[in-house]
Protein backbone atom coordinates (compact mmCIF):
# COMPACT_ATOMS: atom_id res chain seq x y z
CA UNK A 1 0.00 0.00 0.00
CA UNK A 2 2.01 3.27 -0.87
CA UNK A 3 1.67 5.80 2.14
CA UNK A 4 1.90 9.85 1.80
CA UNK A 5 1.09 10.34 5.54
CA UNK A 6 1.09 7.59 8.60
CA UNK A 7 0.94 7.17 12.25
CA UNK A 8 2.20 4.41 13.80
CA UNK A 9 2.86 3.12 17.78
CA UNK A 10 5.26 0.80 18.36
CA UNK A 11 5.98 -0.93 22.28
CA UNK A 12 9.66 -1.87 22.33
CA UNK A 13 10.35 -4.37 24.74
CA UNK A 14 13.68 -5.05 26.32
CA UNK A 15 14.48 -8.57 26.62
CA UNK A 16 15.81 -9.90 30.22
CA UNK A 17 17.81 -9.06 32.17
CA UNK A 18 16.68 -5.30 31.40
CA UNK A 19 12.35 -5.37 31.83
CA UNK A 20 12.18 -2.10 30.08
CA UNK A 21 9.68 -1.32 27.88
CA UNK A 22 9.53 1.67 25.85
CA UNK A 23 6.78 3.11 24.24
CA UNK A 24 7.02 5.14 20.62
CA UNK A 25 4.91 7.12 18.05
CA UNK A 26 6.24 7.85 14.40
CA UNK A 27 4.69 10.30 12.31
CA UNK A 28 5.68 10.54 8.71
CA UNK A 29 5.10 12.64 5.72
CA UNK A 30 6.05 11.98 2.27
CA UNK A 31 7.18 14.81 0.04
CA UNK A 32 7.62 14.38 -3.93
CA UNK A 33 6.52 10.44 -3.60
CA UNK A 34 5.53 8.03 -0.93
CA UNK A 35 8.74 5.36 -1.62
CA UNK A 36 10.33 6.84 2.07
CA UNK A 37 7.88 6.69 3.97
CA UNK A 38 7.65 3.43 3.95
CA UNK A 39 11.03 2.63 4.36
CA UNK A 40 10.67 4.93 7.43
CA UNK A 41 7.91 3.49 8.86
CA UNK A 42 9.31 -0.07 8.30
CA UNK A 43 13.32 0.76 9.62
CA UNK A 44 13.19 3.87 11.80
CA UNK A 45 11.32 2.07 14.30
CA UNK A 46 14.13 -1.20 14.53
CA UNK A 47 17.39 1.07 14.33
CA UNK A 48 15.81 2.98 17.47
CA UNK A 49 15.36 -0.05 19.29
CA UNK A 50 18.68 -2.06 18.43
CA UNK A 51 20.02 1.38 19.74
CA UNK A 52 18.11 0.91 22.52
CA UNK A 53 19.26 -2.85 23.17
CA UNK A 54 22.81 -2.31 23.15
CA UNK A 55 22.68 0.91 25.11
CA UNK A 56 21.09 -1.32 27.64
CA UNK A 57 23.80 -4.69 27.20
CA UNK A 58 26.39 -2.15 27.35
CA UNK A 59 25.58 -0.81 30.90
CA UNK A 60 22.37 -2.42 32.77
CA UNK A 61 22.06 -0.05 35.21
CA UNK A 62 22.32 3.42 32.76
CA UNK A 63 19.90 6.54 33.30
CA UNK A 64 17.48 6.97 30.47
CA UNK A 65 17.87 10.82 30.62
CA UNK A 66 17.08 13.58 28.16
CA UNK A 67 20.60 13.48 27.10
CA UNK A 68 20.83 9.98 26.37
CA UNK A 69 17.89 9.97 24.61
CA UNK A 70 19.23 13.08 22.42
CA UNK A 71 21.98 11.10 21.12
CA UNK A 72 19.96 7.75 20.64
CA UNK A 73 17.96 9.75 18.28
CA UNK A 74 20.32 11.85 16.60
CA UNK A 75 22.63 8.49 16.10
CA UNK A 76 19.30 6.58 14.97
CA UNK A 77 17.79 8.94 12.29
CA UNK A 78 21.22 10.07 10.95
CA UNK A 79 22.74 6.39 10.85
CA UNK A 80 19.19 4.94 8.97
CA UNK A 81 19.92 8.16 6.50
CA UNK A 82 23.49 7.32 5.70
CA UNK A 83 22.05 3.79 5.17
CA UNK A 84 20.32 5.02 1.84
CA UNK A 85 22.67 7.37 1.06
CA UNK A 86 25.25 4.62 0.46
CA UNK A 87 23.00 1.83 -0.93
CA UNK A 88 22.77 3.99 -4.17
CA UNK A 89 26.29 5.65 -3.90
CA UNK A 90 27.52 1.42 -3.60
CA UNK A 91 26.51 0.82 -7.11
CA UNK A 92 28.45 3.19 -8.68
CA UNK A 93 31.52 2.89 -6.22
CA UNK A 94 31.29 5.77 -3.98
CA UNK A 95 31.29 9.28 -5.00
CA UNK A 96 34.45 9.40 -6.95
CA UNK A 97 33.04 6.57 -9.12
CA UNK A 98 29.78 8.25 -9.88
CA UNK A 99 31.58 11.43 -11.16
CA UNK A 100 33.56 9.37 -13.36
CA UNK A 101 30.55 7.58 -14.98
CA UNK A 102 28.52 8.76 -18.24
CA UNK A 103 24.77 9.72 -17.93
CA UNK A 104 23.68 6.18 -20.11
CA UNK A 105 26.03 4.04 -17.96
CA UNK A 106 23.95 5.58 -14.62
CA UNK A 107 20.73 5.68 -16.43
CA UNK A 108 21.23 2.01 -17.29
CA UNK A 109 22.19 1.17 -13.40
CA UNK A 110 19.55 2.71 -12.74
CA UNK A 111 16.52 1.72 -14.92
CA UNK A 112 16.17 -1.75 -13.97
CA UNK A 113 12.76 -2.29 -13.58
CA UNK A 114 12.89 -5.14 -16.20
CA UNK A 115 15.24 -7.15 -14.07
CA UNK A 116 13.43 -7.12 -10.12
CA UNK A 117 13.94 -3.13 -10.38
CA UNK A 118 16.61 -3.33 -7.07
CA UNK A 119 18.66 -0.44 -8.23
CA UNK A 120 15.63 1.55 -8.78
CA UNK A 121 14.17 1.20 -5.54
CA UNK A 122 17.11 2.20 -3.72
CA UNK A 123 17.02 5.80 -6.58
CA UNK A 124 13.39 5.92 -5.45
CA UNK A 125 14.45 5.97 -1.26
CA UNK A 126 17.08 8.86 -2.31
CA UNK A 127 15.03 10.90 -4.70
CA UNK A 128 12.11 11.26 -2.39
CA UNK A 129 11.86 11.84 1.69
CA UNK A 130 9.98 12.18 4.20
CA UNK A 131 9.39 14.96 7.13
CA UNK A 132 9.23 12.62 10.65
CA UNK A 133 7.89 13.32 14.34
CA UNK A 134 9.03 10.59 17.04
CA UNK A 135 7.72 10.21 20.68
CA UNK A 136 9.04 7.62 23.36
CA UNK A 137 7.78 7.15 26.27
CA UNK A 138 10.25 5.57 29.27
CA UNK A 139 8.96 2.56 31.29
CA UNK A 140 7.53 4.16 34.20
CA UNK A 141 5.65 6.63 31.88
CA UNK A 142 7.14 9.87 33.65
CA UNK A 143 9.04 11.53 30.34
CA UNK A 144 7.83 11.81 26.87
CA UNK A 145 10.54 12.63 24.60
CA UNK A 146 10.23 14.36 21.05
CA UNK A 147 12.10 14.79 17.75
CA UNK A 148 11.20 16.00 14.88
CA UNK A 149 12.10 16.27 11.16
CA UNK A 150 10.33 19.28 9.11
CA UNK A 151 6.61 20.56 10.15
CA UNK A 152 5.01 17.07 11.65
CA UNK A 153 4.03 18.64 15.26
CA UNK A 154 3.60 17.15 18.31
CA UNK A 155 1.11 18.80 21.09
CA UNK A 156 0.29 18.46 24.60
CA UNK A 157 -3.76 18.24 25.57
CA UNK A 158 -4.21 18.23 29.21
CA UNK A 159 -7.51 18.43 30.72
CA UNK A 160 -8.11 21.27 32.99
CA UNK A 161 -10.83 19.98 35.15
CA UNK A 162 -9.66 17.52 38.00
CA UNK A 163 -9.83 13.93 37.62
CA UNK A 164 -9.09 11.21 40.51
CA UNK A 165 -5.89 10.27 38.27
CA UNK A 166 -3.22 12.55 36.71
CA UNK A 167 -4.67 12.81 32.85
CA UNK A 168 -2.55 13.57 30.00
CA UNK A 169 -2.85 12.59 26.51
CA UNK A 170 -0.18 12.68 23.71
CA UNK A 171 -1.34 13.77 20.28
CA UNK A 172 -0.04 14.20 16.78
CA UNK A 173 -1.07 16.38 14.16
CA UNK A 174 -4.36 16.76 15.17
CA UNK A 175 -6.67 19.47 17.15
CA UNK A 176 -6.38 23.32 16.09
CA UNK A 177 -3.65 25.39 17.91
CA UNK A 178 -5.63 27.02 21.06
CA UNK A 179 -6.94 26.45 24.45
CA UNK A 180 -10.75 25.54 25.31
CA UNK A 181 -12.60 26.16 28.65
CA UNK A 182 -11.80 22.33 29.38
CA UNK A 183 -8.29 21.79 27.68
CA UNK A 184 -5.01 23.67 27.20
CA UNK A 185 -3.10 22.52 24.41
CA UNK A 186 0.50 23.25 23.78
CA UNK A 187 2.70 22.98 20.93
CA UNK A 188 6.10 20.83 21.87
CA UNK A 189 8.03 21.32 18.70
CA UNK A 190 9.06 23.91 16.33
CA UNK A 191 8.39 23.89 12.10
CA UNK A 192 11.47 23.17 10.28
CA UNK A 193 10.26 25.41 7.12
CA UNK A 194 10.70 28.39 4.72
CA UNK A 195 8.15 30.08 7.69
CA UNK A 196 10.82 29.75 10.32
CA UNK A 197 13.16 32.37 9.46
CA UNK A 198 15.78 30.79 11.98
CA UNK A 199 15.77 27.94 9.50
CA UNK A 200 16.63 30.40 6.83
CA UNK A 201 19.55 31.53 8.47
CA UNK A 202 20.93 28.30 9.07
CA UNK A 203 20.73 27.16 5.87
CA UNK A 204 22.35 30.09 4.46
CA UNK A 205 24.91 30.18 7.26
CA UNK A 206 25.81 26.74 6.43
CA UNK A 207 26.18 27.35 2.63
CA UNK A 208 27.76 30.63 2.56
CA UNK A 209 29.16 30.30 -1.28
CA UNK A 210 25.40 28.87 -2.54
CA UNK A 211 23.54 32.11 -3.00
CA UNK A 212 20.32 29.64 -4.01
CA UNK A 213 19.97 27.25 -1.53
CA UNK A 214 16.94 29.12 -0.66
CA UNK A 215 14.83 30.64 -2.58
CA UNK A 216 11.28 31.81 -1.96
CA UNK A 217 11.35 30.23 1.34
CA UNK A 218 12.61 26.83 0.10
CA UNK A 219 15.36 25.32 -0.08
CA UNK A 220 16.89 25.27 -3.49
CA UNK A 221 13.66 26.79 -4.14
CA UNK A 222 11.95 23.82 -4.41
CA UNK A 223 11.50 22.10 -1.20
CA UNK A 224 9.35 23.55 2.20
CA UNK A 225 10.97 21.25 4.62
CA UNK A 226 14.17 22.60 5.90
CA UNK A 227 15.19 19.18 7.81
CA UNK A 228 13.84 15.55 6.51
CA UNK A 229 14.89 12.29 6.18
CA UNK A 230 16.53 11.23 2.68
CA UNK A 231 16.41 13.80 -0.55
CA UNK A 232 19.96 12.70 -1.03
CA UNK A 233 19.38 13.75 -4.75
CA UNK A 234 20.03 17.18 -4.00
CA UNK A 235 23.59 16.46 -1.83
CA UNK A 236 24.64 14.14 -4.42
CA UNK A 237 24.67 17.00 -7.16
CA UNK A 238 26.62 19.07 -5.51
CA UNK A 239 29.34 16.66 -5.46
CA UNK A 240 29.05 15.29 -9.26
Same mark, same amino acid.
Given at each position: ????????????????????????????????????????????????????????????????????ITDLFS???????????????????????????????????????????????????????????????????????????????? =?? !??? %?? #? &??????? $? /???? *??????????????????????????????????????????? =?? !??? %?? #? &??????? $? /???? *???
Open positions: MDLDWCLRWYVFTLEPPFFQEFTAWFSLSGHLGDATVEHVAHHLPIIIRDFLLEAFANDSSRLVTPAFRSIVAFDNAIARDVLDLFGGIEGLSNLSDETIRRTINDQHYGGANYHKVRLCMHGTTALVALVDPEHNNLWIANLGDCRA =RT !LLH %LI #P &FPMFLTE $F /LVMV *SADGDSDDWRVELLTTDHNGDNDAEIVRVRHEHPEEPECVVDR =RV !LGA %LA #P &FRSSSFH $F /LMFN *SHC
